[in-house]
């Protein structure tokens, strides 16, 4: 009779949990960490049109090495090449394994490779007498190198050291207009005709390897969105182009040689500033922006989030 309460209060939890039917299911927690993001479409197309351009390199590099006169020693191993690194660039999309900011860093570094290689090739050329040149194969083995140790070096690079493609191209942008102002500069500096192109050459190589450091070093903090990086090149180009223009028009054909190069930085600078202070204005904001917003669905029950990010 003692054990009578016990059976009771037993029966009654048992039909206590039948009522109230089994126990939640636990939900599975939302992975929270950063998406693992895929190549922009502009990143891909550049990518693309940077292995063309490098076939072509290479075609022009090994029609140097042969020392022939037939074009087929150009055309094939430029097309080869080209359909090689295009195709290559394909099948890495097609695996998925173009991440975001890759190809830019590819393409970024591959050019800057190029632009300095070709700066020492034209201060070699300009410092030396016409019979102590570097020969045709000489110069076409020091571009190629160039492109090639900057494609690798890219790659490289951001396997270290990941970085979005504003980034990579806010390095490009200031090491090209680095080496153009300082060539500028340079021209407009020297009053020597003879050894103008010297000076303008050498200070173009300086100042393209300094910009790549300085536009390391500024890229890591200001973060700039490759829209805003566009809108420094165009600023740039068309500033340049446009003060040049208009002196050489203004002036005809009695323009002198250190104007024109004073007048072309002074164009490069304006068309930088100007660029740089309007683009936010106009849509393309300086700094890289993400903003995410969770999503929550009903009738599943599922949780996600949504991510939008300019580059």
Same mark, same amino acid.
């Given at each position: 009779m003692k054990c009578l309460p016990r059976v009771a209060a037993a029966i009654l939890a048992h039909a206590t949990a039948a009522a109230a039917g089994p126990p939640p299911t636990p939900v599975a927690t939302t992975d929270t960490s950063p998406p693992r993001l895929q190549r922009t479409t502009e990143e891909l197309v550049q990518l693309h049109v940077t292995s063309a351009g490098y076939g072509v390199l290479t075609g022009v590099w090994i029609h140097a090495l042969s020392g022939g006169d037939s074009p087929w020693s150009f055309a094939l191993p430029a097309v080869g090449v080209a359909a090689l690194g295009m195709g290559t660039t394909a099948w890495l999309d097609h695996r998925q394994r173009l991440t975001l900011g890759l190809p830019q860093a590819i393409v970024t570094d591959t050019f800057i490779g190029a632009e300095i290689a070709a700066a020492w090739v034209w201060h070699?050329?300009?410092?030396?007498?016409?019979?102590?040149?570097?020969?045709?194969?000489?110069?076409?083995?020091? &571009?190629?190198?160039? /492109?090639? #140790?900057?494609?690798? $070096? =890219?790659?490289? +690079?951001?396997?270290?050291?990941?970085? %979005? *493609?504003?980034?990579?191209?806010?390095?490009?942008?200031?090491?090209?207009?680095?080496?153009?102002?300082?060539?500028?500069?340079?021209?407009?500096?020297?009053?020597?005709?003879?050894?103008?192109?010297?000076?303008?050459?050498?200070a173009t190589a300086f100042g393209l390897e300094l910009g790549v450091i300085a536009g390391s070093f500024l890229g890591r903090r200001l973060k700039p969105s490759i829209g805003w990086v566009h809108a420094l090149d165009a600023g740039a180009l068309l500033g340049g182009g446009a003060f040049m223009g208009t002196y050489l028009l203004a002036t005809g054909n009695s323009f002198d040689d250190r104007a024109v190069f004073a007048v072309g930085?002074?164009?490069?600078?304006?068309? &930088?500033?100007?660029? /740089?202070? #309007?683009?936010?204005? $106009? =849509?393309?904001? +300086?700094?890289?922006?993400?903003?995410? %917003? *969770?999503?929550?669905?009903?009738?599943?029950?599922?949780?996600?989030?949504?991510?939008?990010?300019?580059?």
């Open positions: 070699f050329r300009a410092a030396n007498a016409p019979d102590a040149d570097w020969s045709p194969q000489a110069e076409a083995s020091v &571009l190629w190198g160039g /492109a090639t #140790l900057g494609a690798g $070096l =890219g790659a490289l +690079r951001y396997a270290f050291s990941p970085s %979005a *493609p504003g980034q990579a191209a806010f390095t490009g942008s200031v090491t090209l207009w680095s080496g153009v102002l300082s060539g500028l500069l340079a021209g407009a500096l020297s009053s020597d005709p003879i050894t103008r192109d010297d000076h303008a050459s050498r930085a002074a164009g490069v600078g304006a068309g &930088l500033v100007s660029a /740089a202070l #309007l683009a936010p204005r $106009l =849509g393309w904001p +300086r700094t890289l922006a993400f903003s995410v %917003a *969770p999503q929550f669905t009903p009738s599943t029950g599922a949780a996600g989030m949504t991510l939008h990010a300019v580059f």
